[in-house]
């Protein structure tokens, strides 16, 4: 089966830190652009992170930059999402997908995404 499943989502005070992480089964992601993105309840989905496939470079936008950092290891077939200084405007199931948002750019439509993890930032 072709599949992304992302874990490590959980409860959080503020000021903590969660590593999500993002495994693919079916297919490899050693070709592929990762992205991450988050929904929270009555907000639009939000690019928050990509990882190019082939430099590594790497774009996040002004609400996550400077606290969140995302990696890959392609050998594990598995992203991953560094999220640090948590706040509660975090809030949100967090979603990877082989879609990337780069500035205004959108690239990957259509590709795979997983059903997400709920990440919860409260005291």
């Known amino acids: 089966q072709v599949q992304l499943v992302e874990s490590g989502g959980g409860l959080v005070q503020p000021g903590g830190s969660l590593m999500l992480s993002c495994t693919a089964s079916g297919f490899t992601l050693d070709g592929y652009n990762i992205g991450w993105f988050r929904q929270a309840p009555g907000k639009e989905r939000e690019g928050i992170s990509c990882?190019?496939?082939?430099?590594?470079?790497?774009y996040y936008p002004d609400s996550v930059k400077g606290r969140f950092y995302t990696s890959r290891d392609n050998a594990k077939n598995t992203a991953y999402l560094q999220m640090n200084n948590l706040k509660p405007e975090d809030t949100a199931v967090y979603f990877c997908s082989t879609e990337c948002q780069w500035g205004l750019a959108r690239y990957g439509a259509p590709g795979y995404w997983g059903q997400g993890t709920q990440v919860t930032v409260s005291s």
């Open positions: 990882i190019s496939s082939e430099s590594g470079r790497t």
